[in-house]
């Protein structure tokens, strides 16, 4: 299914080099941006967001501009997903704590169409209400 205004892509992130293996799956709007997609990753890998991090696709870098950091970047935000992944199967390299080499790969495995929860700017589950 080809990603429309109002689909949400389930999502599979890798940790790569280890055993056992260790992966999350996840669902996001297909207009989230790299910026907010890193805050996401931060949240589902149990991170601390206190290093840097990059997205890579094929030879282009994503990340925060730094001019100290000596490598073009291009900036993440107001890149969509969307636009890097077209088809599901694809990939892109998200990679974080440069020093441990925490490198994820960050596949699309389904696309599917928006439904209200799944839409929710808030990384909390949605509250449930017992019914009296």
């Keep these: 299914m080809p990603a429309t205004s109002e689909s949400v892509y389930q999502i599979k992130v890798s940790l790569n080099w280890v055993t056992p293996p260790v992966w999350r799956r996840f669902i996001v709007r297909s207009s989230t941006d790299l910026q907010e997609l890193h805050h996401i990753l931060q949240t589902v890998m149990g991170w601390t ?37 077209r088809r599901e199967g694809q ?35 949605p509250r449930l209400q017992r019914r009296k």
């Design 49 to 85: 967001n206190s290093h840097l991090h990059q997205f890579i696709d094929g030879d282009t870098f994503y990340g925060v501009p730094d001019a100290n950091f000596g490598r073009d970047i291009n900036d993440e935000s107001g890149v969509r997903l969307d636009s890097m992944l």
């Design 91 to 125: 990939s892109i390299l998200y990679e974080y704590d440069f020093a441990s080499e925490d490198h994820c790969n960050v596949f699309w495995t389904k696309c599917m169409l928006a439904f209200p929860y799944a839409c929710s700017s808030s990384l909390q589950p």
